[in-house]
């Protein structure tokens, strides 16, 4: 067990509540969720009310006044308890903090303490098509004219989607310019000709409401542009350090908590007259499990010290999202694996984890866009 040391006693209390509110109100809806394809919206209004949701934003905006070892332990918590489709980090660490650095003030006025309460529920639409990874490619276009922008085009793969009441777009204002070109706007779901599509089926994380979103000659007010004209791409690129290590973070405590759940099946499970966790196969893989499951506790905690005093890099985000999400994803192969038969049961908790976390590898930049970051530094 590595002993942590990362984390302030005002961490620790925090957790108590978010562990708390993990067990009484996910748990027992995950198959619900599951079911419905999305969080229902009283669970976000009941986060908002314990304090779970913004909780790095200040208070003078509705915020918990914390930092990012607040949204961090929220994180580690419903992936302990391999709790999938609440879209809150993505809502309160992701897209929040553009509003907060970019937004007027009457922007922040505005939404910033419904983000908070959980009355308005934020998605953000970067991907489209035929246009992933690569940010420049975007085709949605935002034209101005007179004191309003006009938005058309399409969006795919927006968590959040179907839950959204504002979303951040990414569009062009200027096709000829590339990736200096690109724009940020905030955009209301009741714009009359903005839609949202249909769930998106996925292989995992059904609870995550994922959604196409179409945008019709939807008029927004020229002030709902978002930090400066033409400058999205930088403002994009700010962000998504963040965006990265929260992955990491995530993965690291759904390995440890996975590899804890596969220890003790392997404990109970009998086959041919001992338990599975006898068999010295077994217990060398449960060893090689353990020792990358500290790698990536080390690595994170490190880096979650860094990020905590600022200096959190965009290569260092991109070295612990590629090493965690890469490691989870073929030690859960491993664990499911060491499940047998049980292990392809949805029922089982390694099934749900091996399906949720192989989209790690691909959302917030691909495992090879990460070796691209990291390999400019070489």
Not at 220 to 227: D, E, S
Not at 304 to 330: P, S, W
Request: proline share 2%; with cysteine; charged share 25%.
């Amino acid at each position: 067990m590595i002993t942590r040391t990362v984390y302030r006693e005002d961490h620790e209390m925090f957790r108590a509540t978010a562990r708390r509110f993990v067990a009484r109100e996910c748990v027992p809806r995950q198959a619900e969720w599951d079911e419905a394809g999305r969080v229902d919206r009283e669970t976000w209004i009941k986060a908002g009310r314990e304090g779970l949701l913004c909780t790095s934003l200040s208070e003078e905006y509705g915020g918990g006044g914390g930092d990012f070892g607040h949204c961090a332990v929220l994180i580690e918590e419903l992936a302990a308890a391999n709790v999938s489709g609440p879209g809150f980090s993505l809502h309160s660490d992701i897209i929040a903090p553009y509003i907060l650095r970019l937004g007027t003030e009457e922007q922040k006025r505005r939404w910033l303490p419904k983000c908070a309460s959980g009355e308005c529920i934020l998605a953000i639409a970067m991907s489209e098509p035929g246009a992933g990874s690569d940010l420049k490619a975007v085709r949605t276009s935002a034209v101005l004219q007179g004191d309003e922008y006009v938005i058309n085009g399409s969006k795919t793969f927006i968590s959040n989607g179907l839950n959204c009441d504002l979303v951040v777009v990414v569009a062009k204002t200027d096709p000829a310019a590339g990736a200096k070109g690109v724009s940020l706007f905030l955009v209301e779901a009741d714009r009359p000709g903005f839609k949202k599509g249909l769930k998106l089926e996925k292989i995992g994380q059904h609870a995550a409401d994922t959604a196409e979103l179409f945008f019709d000659n939807v008029r927004i007010p020229a002030t709902n542009l978002l930090g400066e004209l033409n400058k999205g791409f930088i403002h994009l690129m700010q962000e998504l350090a963040q965006e990265r290590f929260i992955i990491a973070v995530g993965a690291a405590s759904t390995m440890e908590a996975m590899l804890a759940e596969t220890i003790r099946y392997t404990r109970e499970r009998k086959l041919f007259g001992q338990s599975v966790f006898d068999f010295q196969n077994s217990k060398f893989k449960l060893a090689e499990l353990k020792t990358q499951a500290a790698a990536m506790r080390i690595m994170v905690d490190y880096y979650l010290g860094e990020h905590l005093r600022r200096k959190l890099t965009a290569e260092e985000a991109a070295i612990a999202k590629l090493f965690t999400t890469e490691t989870l994803c073929a030690g859960l192969d491993d664990m499911l694996q060491l499940h047998g038969g049980y292990g392809y049961m949805t029922e089982y908790p390694i099934a749900r984890a091996y399906a949720d976390a192989r989209v790690t590898r691909i959302y917030g930049g691909t495992s090879e866009v990460m070796k691209e970051l990291i390999s400019r530094g070489l």
